[in-house]
C-alpha cells in the first residue's frame, strides 16, 4: 500500500451535486487544501451539456453505474434499474434538470425531528445564495449564485392543453413551485444556463478547478474511510488497480449519494454490527441506522395516443421540425432540445392526504417511450406521470460482501404499506379525470398505459406494481437526527466518531415531495457553512 505524503485538510468523497459544491466553497479559503475524489472520469462529451442529452446519458455505463435492486412485491416482483451519475458532476450531470425544492413543510418536518437549523426559514438563505434565476425577483430567490435556474423555454399545445384541463379539474394555476407552495400546476424551473446544462460540475467546479488549494482525482475509488482512535484521518484509495492511503488533517466529508455514502460507512466499520461482523469487517461503530430508512419516489406514468402529429415522438423524426428545433437552440436558446425530463406538472391533495400538503406530484410530457432512456414511441404519444410525494414504505441498503466495487443489496420496499398503494390509485384516477375535461378529451383517441381495460382498484393497483419505476430519488439512507436510528446530526458529522461528516441526499431524514437535486445542493450550501465555521 503506497502512502501519499501530500497533507489535505479535507478529503471530499463524490464529485456529484453536493461534491462540486462543497468543493467550491471550501477552496474559497486559503488556508484550506482540498482533495476532491471522484470514481467516474471528466464530464466532456456535448450529450453530457445539452439539456435534452438527459435520454442518451441516463442508460450510458460510461457516465453512469446502474444499480439493479431487490425485487419486492411492491413492483410486481421485478428488480428495478437505478441509474447514479459517476462522473464529475454525479447524478446532477446525467439527470432531468427539473430544478424543484419541495414543500416548505418538508424542512419544518426535518427541523420538528430535532434538526435545528433546518426550517424553512432557515434553509432559504441556501436555495437563495447557490441559485442565478432567470425569472422576476421575488424573496424566494437568488441571483448571484453559480447554478443557473431558468423557467421553462419549450412551449408545447399539448402541454399547455393539459394544464388548461387540470385547471378545469379544479387546480389552481401555480407560476412558481419555488415560491410560496408547490401546490397548483405549472410550468416546471429548470437548471439550464442559455443553452446547456447547469450541472452542479459546470456551476460549481468549473470556477474552482484551477485554484491551487484543489486537486481533484478522476477514476479513483475511495474503497473505506480510515480511523485512529475514532477520528477519521484519511482514506483508502484504489486507482485503477493501485491502492493508497491519502491523509486528512481535519476532516473527511461522504458525498457519494444515497447509495454510495452508506455503503462506504459499512465497509469502513460503521454500520449494523452483525451485518459488518458477516462479512469480516472491525467494528469502529455499531450503527445499526446505516443504510436504513431508503425513500425513493415510486412513479406511474400514463400514455395516451394523441390525434395530432404535434408529439415530440413525430416531430423529432421529421428532418424538418429536428433541423428547426437545433435552429430554435443555437439562435434562441429555446425549443424542445432545452428541456430534459419533463415540462409541466404540479401538486395537488388526494383525498387520502394525511395532512394539509400536497401529497401527489404530478409530471407532464408531450412524448412518449417504454421506459426512460428508451426509444420514442412510433404513434403520437403524451404521458402524464404522478408519484407520492411522502411514501412512507421503507426500504434499507447494505454491503453484500467487504468488496468495495461490488453493488451493495439494494431493497426499496417500494408500496410496501397500504396508504402508498391508495395514494397512487387515486392519482391514476385523477390523471384520467384530467385528460377528460373538456380542454384535452379531444385531441387525444386511446390510453394506452395502463389501458383502458384496466378499471377496478385491484387491477390498477396491479398495473402500478408492474408498470411503474423509480424517478430516481433515493435519499435517507445516513439520516440526519438525534434518535438513535440517526446517522449524523444536524451539523451533519457522523456520530459517534470525529473528523467525518455525509454531506448529501442520503441525509434527508424524510424525502422532500418533489425532485431532490435543489434540496440537496442546498444541504451542501448549508454543510460548507457549517465545515468553514467549524475550522476557522
Ligand atoms: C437519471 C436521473 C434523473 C434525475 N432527474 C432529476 C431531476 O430532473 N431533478 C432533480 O431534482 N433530481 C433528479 N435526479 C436526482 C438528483 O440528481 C440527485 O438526487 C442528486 O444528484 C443527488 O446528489 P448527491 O450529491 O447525493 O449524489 P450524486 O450526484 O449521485 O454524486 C455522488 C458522486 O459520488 C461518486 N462516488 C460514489 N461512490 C464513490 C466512491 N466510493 N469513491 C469515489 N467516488 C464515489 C459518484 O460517482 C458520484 O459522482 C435524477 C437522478 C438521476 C440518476
Given at each position: 500500500?503506497?502512502?501519499?505524503?501530500?497533507?489535505?485538510?479535507?478529503?471530499?468523497?463524490?464529485?456529484g451535486?453536493?461534491?462540486?459544491?462543497?468543493a467550491?466553497?471550501?477552496?474559497s479559503?486559503?488556508?484550506?487544501?482540498?482533495?476532491?475524489?471522484?470514481?467516474?472520469?471528466?464530464d466532456?462529451?456535448?450529450?453530457?451539456?445539452?439539456p435534452?442529452?438527459?435520454?442518451?446519458?441516463?442508460?450510458?455505463?460510461?457516465?453512469?453505474?446502474?444499480f439493479?435492486?431487490?425485487?419486492?412485491?411492491?413492483?410486481?416482483?421485478?428488480s428495478?434499474?437505478?441509474?447514479?451519475?459517476?462522473?464529475?458532476?454525479?447524478?446532477?450531470?446525467?439527470?432531468?434538470?427539473?430544478?424543484?425544492?419541495?414543500?416548505?413543510?418538508?424542512?419544518d418536518?426535518?427541523?420538528?425531528?430535532?434538526?435545528?437549523?433546518?426550517?424553512?426559514?432557515?434553509?432559504?438563505?441556501?436555495?437563495?445564495?447557490?441559485?442565478n434565476?432567470?425569472?422576476?425577483?421575488?424573496?424566494?430567490?437568488?441571483?448571484?449564485?453559480?447554478?443557473?435556474?431558468?423557467?421553462?423555454?419549450?412551449?408545447?399545445?399539448?402541454?399547455?392543453?393539459?394544464?388548461?384541463?387540470?385547471?378545469?379539474?379544479?387546480?389552481?394555476?401555480?407560476d412558481?413551485?419555488?415560491?410560496?407552495?408547490?401546490e397548483?400546476?405549472?410550468?416546471y424551473?429548470?437548471?439550464?444556463?442559455?443553452?446547456?446544462?447547469?450541472?452542479?460540475?459546470?456551476?460549481?467546479?468549473?470556477?474552482?478547478?484551477?485554484r491551487?488549494?484543489?486537486?481533484?482525482?478522476?477514476?479513483?475509488?475511495?474503497?473505506?474511510?480510515?480511523?485512529?482512535?475514532?477520528?477519521?484521518?484519511?482514506?483508502?484509495?484504489?486507482?485503477?488497480?493501485?491502492?493508497?492511503?491519502?491523509?486528512?488533517?481535519?476532516?473527511?466529508?461522504?458525498?457519494?449519494?444515497?447509495?454510495?455514502?452508506?455503503?462506504?460507512?459499512?465497509?469502513?466499520?460503521?454500520?449494523?454490527?452483525?451485518?459488518?461482523?458477516?462479512?469480516g469487517?472491525d467494528?469502529?461503530?455499531?450503527?445499526?441506522g446505516?443504510?436504513?430508512?431508503?425513500?425513493?419516489?415510486?412513479?406511474?406514468?400514463?400514455?395516451?395516443?394523441?390525434?395530432?402529429?404535434?408529439?415530440?415522438?413525430?416531430?423529432?423524426?421529421?428532418?424538418f421540425?429536428?433541423?428547426?428545433m437545433?435552429?430554435?437552440?443555437?439562435?434562441?436558446?429555446?425549443?424542445?432540445?432545452?428541456?430534459?425530463?419533463?415540462?409541466?406538472?404540479?401538486?395537488?391533495?388526494?383525498?387520502?392526504?394525511?395532512?394539509?400538503?400536497?401529497?401527489?406530484?404530478?409530471?407532464?410530457?408531450?412524448?412518449?417511450?417504454?421506459?426512460?432512456?428508451?426509444?420514442?414511441?412510433?404513434?403520437?404519444?403524451?404521458?402524464?406521470?404522478?408519484?407520492?410525494?411522502?411514501?412512507?414504505?421503507?426500504?434499507?441498503?447494505?454491503?453484500k460482501?467487504?468488496?468495495?466495487?461490488a453493488?451493495?443489496?439494494?431493497?426499496?420496499?417500494?408500496?410496501?404499506?397500504?396508504?402508498?398503494?391508495?395514494?397512487?390509485?387515486?392519482?391514476?384516477?385523477?390523471?384520467?379525470?384530467?385528460?377528460?375535461?373538456?380542454?384535452?378529451?379531444?385531441?387525444?383517441?386511446?390510453?394506452?398505459?395502463?389501458?383502458?381495460?384496466?378499471?377496478?382498484?385491484?387491477?390498477?393497483?396491479?398495473?402500478?406494481?408492474?408498470?411503474?419505476?423509480?424517478?430516481?430519488?433515493?435519499?435517507?439512507?445516513?439520516?440526519?437526527?438525534?434518535?438513535?436510528?440517526?446517522?449524523?446530526?444536524?451539523?451533519?458529522?457522523?456520530?459517534?466518531?470525529?473528523?467525518?461528516?455525509?454531506?448529501?441526499?442520503?441525509?434527508?431524514?424524510?424525502?422532500?415531495?418533489?425532485?431532490?437535486?435543489?434540496?440537496?445542493?442546498?444541504?451542501?450550501e448549508?454543510?460548507?457553512?457549517?465545515?468553514?465555521?467549524?475550522?476557522?
Amino acid at each position: 500500500m503506497q502512502i501519499n505524503q501530500k497533507r489535505y485538510t479535507h478529503i471530499i468523497v463524490g464529485a456529484g451535486s453536493a461534491g462540486c459544491l462543497l468543493a467550491n466553497r471550501l477552496t474559497s479559503r486559503a488556508q484550506n487544501s482540498v482533495l476532491l475524489i471522484e470514481a467516474g472520469a471528466w464530464d466532456d462529451g456535448f450529450w453530457l451539456k445539452l439539456p435534452v442529452g438527459y435520454y442518451k446519458t441516463m442508460n450510458n455505463q460510461k457516465v453512469s453505474r446502474h444499480f439493479a435492486c431487490e425485487p419486492s412485491e411492491g413492483s410486481g416482483g421485478r428488480s428495478i434499474n437505478w441509474p447514479r451519475g459517476c462522473v464529475i458532476g454525479g447524478s446532477s450531470s446525467i439527470n432531468g434538470l427539473i430544478f424543484i425544492r419541495g414543500q416548505h413543510q418538508n424542512f419544518d418536518d426535518w427541523a420538528a425531528l430535532g434538526n435545528h437549523g433546518w426550517s424553512y426559514n432557515e434553509i432559504l438563505p441556501y436555495f437563495r445564495r447557490l441559485e442565478n434565476f432567470n425569472g422576476e425577483d421575488s424573496q424566494f430567490h437568488g441571483r448571484h449564485g453559480e447554478l443557473q435556474v431558468s423557467k421553462l423555454r419549450n412551449h408545447h399545445p399539448d402541454c399547455s392543453a393539459w394544464l388548461d384541463a387540470a385547471h378545469q379539474y379544479g387546480l389552481p394555476l401555480n407560476d412558481d413551485f419555488n415560491a410560496d407552495t408547490t401546490e397548483g400546476v405549472g410550468e416546471y424551473h429548470l437548471s439550464i444556463g442559455a443553452r446547456w446544462r447547469s450541472s452542479s460540475s459546470r456551476a460549481f467546479l468549473a470556477p474552482a478547478k484551477t485554484r491551487k488549494n484543489l486537486d481533484i482525482l478522476t477514476k479513483t475509488l475511495v474503497t473505506r474511510v480510515l480511523f485512529k482512535n475514532k477520528k477519521a484521518v484519511g482514506v483508502e484509495i484504489d486507482q485503477e488497480g493501485q491502492k493508497q492511503v491519502l491523509h486528512a488533517e481535519t476532516e473527511v466529508i461522504l458525498s457519494a449519494g444515497a447509495i454510495q455514502s452508506p455503503q462506504i460507512l459499512q465497509l469502513s466499520g460503521i454500520g449494523p454490527e452483525k451485518l459488518l461482523k458477516k462479512h469480516g469487517i472491525d467494528v469502529v461503530v455499531d450503527k445499526p441506522g446505516v443504510g436504513q430508512n431508503l425513500q425513493d419516489h415510486y412513479q406511474m406514468r400514463t400514455i395516451v395516443q394523441m390525434r395530432s402529429r404535434d408529439s415530440l415522438n413525430n416531430q423529432i423524426r421529421n428532418p424538418f421540425s429536428l433541423l428547426r428545433m437545433g435552429l430554435e437552440w443555437a439562435f434562441r436558446g429555446r425549443g424542445a432540445l432545452t428541456v430534459g425530463a419533463g415540462q409541466v406538472g404540479g401538486a395537488m391533495r388526494t383525498d387520502f392526504a394525511p395532512t394539509d400538503q400536497p401529497d401527489l406530484q404530478l409530471f407532464v410530457m408531450p412524448l412518449s417511450v417504454d421506459k426512460p432512456g428508451e426509444p420514442l414511441h412510433r404513434f403520437p404519444g403524451f404521458t402524464s406521470a404522478i408519484w407520492q410525494c411522502h411514501p412512507r414504505s421503507r426500504g434499507s441498503i447494505e454491503i453484500k460482501t467487504p468488496d468495495p466495487t461490488a453493488a451493495p443489496k439494494i431493497q426499496p420496499n417500494y408500496l410496501a404499506d397500504e396508504l402508498d398503494q391508495k395514494t397512487m390509485v387515486e392519482g391514476i384516477k385523477i390523471l384520467r379525470q384530467i385528460y377528460k375535461q373538456p380542454k384535452f378529451r379531444d385531441l387525444w383517441d386511446a390510453e394506452i398505459v395502463p389501458g383502458e381495460q384496466v378499471r377496478t382498484d385491484a387491477e390498477i393497483i396491479d398495473a402500478i406494481r408492474k408498470g411503474g419505476g423509480t424517478v430516481y430519488h433515493p435519499v435517507g439512507t445516513c439520516k440526519m437526527g438525534i434518535d438513535a436510528a440517526a446517522v449524523v446530526g444536524p451539523d451533519l458529522r457522523v456520530h459517534g466518531v470525529t473528523g467525518l461528516r455525509v454531506v448529501d441526499a442520503s441525509i434527508m431524514p424524510l424525502i422532500t415531495s418533489a425532485n431532490t437535486n435543489a434540496p440537496t445542493l442546498m444541504i451542501a450550501e448549508k454543510a460548507a457553512e457549517m465545515i468553514l465555521a467549524s475550522s476557522h
